[in-house]
């Protein structure tokens, strides 16, 4: 069983369109994370969700919005995509601090 | 802020040691961590390291001193698959805070 997978792996679409990106943990942690890794390989976070809760929101443009029903999920809605949006998108989750993140496989997103 | 230091880039000879530096200044610290991420595929976690010293695991060591700011992780015997992305990444205050990750150091093994 996957831990934390995510859907989908990969993601080409035109400018101005609107996507999603889903995410779903089985390792029952309460805290949920998305990250994005641009080209350079930095990984910058997104957004944080603690038990449905958003906890974290760092400087995203507003046509990002995440959406979490339950602790086991949490997604990502992308509106009127740009080319800059092109990266990995990564889904984490992570229960206390020490045993550090579980990260999905990634969702490659590619705006043309 | 936060700022997080590590070399862009490292080569080094199949079966060697390496030891991959990563500098630190943030607000707080509750920990720092390393991953390692392969290309194409998702970091995993290598090791986590909350009070000064050492911690080994295989061939793989990470040390921590907190009054420099400092950690660095050490690779042994190198093997081919050891070619990765190397990231450093602290968690700055307690509860679940997010990860703040340097940028990485692409290590290459060659024979």
């Known amino acids: 069983d996957t831990a934390v997978s995510q859907t989908p792996k990969y993601l080409v679409t035109q400018m101005g369109n609107d996507k999603s990106i889903k995410c779903e943990q089985n390792l029952g942690h309460d805290t949920m994370y998305w990250y994005k890794q641009d080209s350079k390989k930095f990984l910058k976070i997104m957004f944080s969700?603690?038990?449905?809760?958003?906890?974290i929101n760092e400087t995203v443009p507003n046509r990002f919005s995440p959406k979490s029903p339950d602790k086991a999920h949490l997604n990502l809605h992308i509106n009127s995509l740009e080319l800059g949006d092109s990266a990995v998108y990564f889904c984490a989750s992570s229960q206390t601090v020490s045993y550090g993140y579980t990260f999905g496989s990634g969702t490659r997103l590619t705006v043309v | 802020g936060q700022n997080i230091d590590q070399p862009t880039e490292m080569t080094a000879t199949e079966g060697a040691i390496v030891q991959i530096n990563c500098t630190y200044q943030t607000s707080g610290f509750n920990g720092l961590f390393w991953y390692q991420q392969h290309a194409g595929e998702a970091p995993t976690f290598l090791s986590y390291?909350?009070?000064?010293g050492l911690e080994e695991k295989g061939r793989f060591s990470s040390f921590l001193s907190r009054s420099k700011g400092y950690s660095y992780l050490l690779l042994k015997e190198l093997q081919m698959k050891d070619s990765a992305s190397y990231l450093c990444a602290v968690s700055a205050q307690s509860g679940n805070t997010p990860l703040v990750f340097g940028k990485g150091t692409r290590l290459s093994v060659i024979a």
């Open positions: 969700y603690n038990n449905k809760e958003l906890i």
């Open positions: 390291n909350v009070l000064d």
